[in-house]
């Protein structure tokens, strides 16, 4: 099994910044992907960002500029850096993990709450 530990989340100011960290262990098969997800009360949830073996990245439009994702493909981590972080990004955040048997698997998320 592979278990995922999120850190970083927490309380910010509009226009802040917050780097979210992902580290994935366990039996870990080659991971093919990593993503990070969010889901806000009462809204759908929302793909904010992710990242392919090969390094390729994609962002929700809402996050374009502000978002960077990354990771460490030797160490199993993936970050999440988050600048001008403003209170519609307020949500739980959460660490998703790929691996190359086609296992997804899901940390327990992380709090990011803006305020304004």
């Known amino acids: 099994q592979v278990q995922l530990v999120e850190s970083g989340g927490g309380l910010v100011q509009a226009g802040g910044p917050l780097r979210l960290s992902c580290t994935a262990s366990g039996y870990i098969f080659r991971i093919i992907s990593m993503a990070w997800p969010r889901q806000a009360p009462g809204k759908q949830r929302e793909l904010v960002a992710s990242?392919?073996?090969?390094?390729?990245?994609n962002y929700a439009d809402s996050v374009k500029g502000r978002f960077a994702i990354s990771s460490d493909n030797a160490k199993n981590t993936v970050s999440l850096q988050m600048n001008g972080l403003k209170p519609e990004d307020t949500a739980v955040y959460y660490c998703v993990v790929t691996d190359s048997i086609g296992r997804v698997t899901w940390g327990q998320g992380t709090q990011v709450t803006v305020s304004s």
């Open positions: 990242i392919t073996e090969g390094g390729s990245t």
